[in-house]
C-alpha cells in the first residue's frame, strides 16, 4: 500500500468513527437530551399553560370531564409557582405558593406538571433522562424521554424536530402542554388575580 492509499483508508476510518459517534450519541438519547435542554430555554421563570387529565384511553383523546385549563409560573430562583386554574375562561383557583417537598397541587391530577415546570430543566441538565422510545399521541409522533427513578421529574414527550415538550405524564393520565417558556423574572407574574385572560388553548 503506497503512502497515499494509506492516508486515504485513514481518513476513511476516521470518518466512520466519527459517523458511528455520532449516530451512537443521538440515537442512544446523549443528543436529543441535549437538543431537549437547549430548546426548552433558559429563563429564570418557567411559564406553562397546560390542560390536565387527558385520558390516553378515551376516543380522541377528550379531557376526562370539563375543559380544564391550568397556568403555571415557576421562578426558579425562589421556588415559588403562581397557579391559575381555569374551567373554560373562568379562574377557579388563583394562588402564589412556596413549592416544599411536601407541597400539594392544586389540582390532583396535575401533579406531574408541577414535576414538570420544577423538575424537567434539572434533571436535562444532570443526564437523568432517556430516551425511552417514539410513540404516536393523539394522531402525532413524539419522542418519550424518561427520568431516572432518582428524580423527581415526570416523563415528557418531546416534538421530534424542535425537541420541545408537547406532553406530559405521570400514570396513565396525560397534561397537554399548549405553551411552554422560559423568560426572565416580572414581580407581575406572582401576584394573584391579576386579571390574566386564559392563553393559548
Known amino acids: ?13 476516521a470518518a466512520a ?7 451512537g450519541s443521538t440515537s442512544s438519547g446523549t443528543g436529543m437530551v441535549t437538543r431537549a435542554l437547549r430548546a426548552f430555554g433558559n429563563g429564570r421563570v418557567v411559564h406553562v399553560v397546560a390542560s390536565p387529565g387527558i385520558d390516553p384511553r378515551a376516543p380522541a383523546m377528550q379531557p376526562i370531564g ?12 425562589r421556588h415559588r409557582t403562581h397557579a391559575v386554574v381555569r ?16 407541597y400539594v397541587p392544586p389540582v390532583e391530577e396535575a401533579a406531574a406538571l408541577y414535576e414538570f415546570v420544577s423538575g424537567y430543566r434539572p434533571a436535562l441538565a444532570r443526564g437523568e433522562y432517556r ?45 397537554r402542554l399548549a405553551l411552554v417558556e422560559t423568560k ?3 414581580p407581575a407574574d406572582f401576584v394573584p388575580g391579576s386579571g390574566r385572560k386564559a392563553r393559548h388553548l
Not at 468513527?17 to 449516530?23: N, P, S
Not at 379562574?91 to 402564589?96: G, I, R
Open 1 to 13: 500500500m503506497n503512502r497515499r492509499s494509506a492516508a486515504l483508508a485513514l481518513l476513511v476510518a
Open 17 to 23: 468513527a466519527f459517523a458511528i459517534l455520532w449516530w
Open 66 to 77: 370539563s375543559s380544564k385549563s391550568i397556568e403555571v409560573w415557576y421562578d426558579t430562583a
Open 87 to 102: 374551567r373554560g375562561t373562568k379562574a377557579v383557583l388563583d394562588s402564589v405558593e412556596d413549592v416544599l417537598p411536601s
Open 131 to 175: 430516551v425511552e422510545g417514539s410513540a404516536q399521541v393523539d394522531g402525532r409522533h413524539v419522542i418519550w424521554l424518561t427520568a431516572s427513578q432518582l428524580s423527581n421529574a415526570a416523563d415528557v414527550a418531546v416534538d421530534p424536530d424542535t425537541y420541545r415538550p408537547v406532553w406530559v405524564r405521570s400514570g396513565d393520565p396525560l397534561t
Open 184 to 186: 426572565p423574572y416580572d
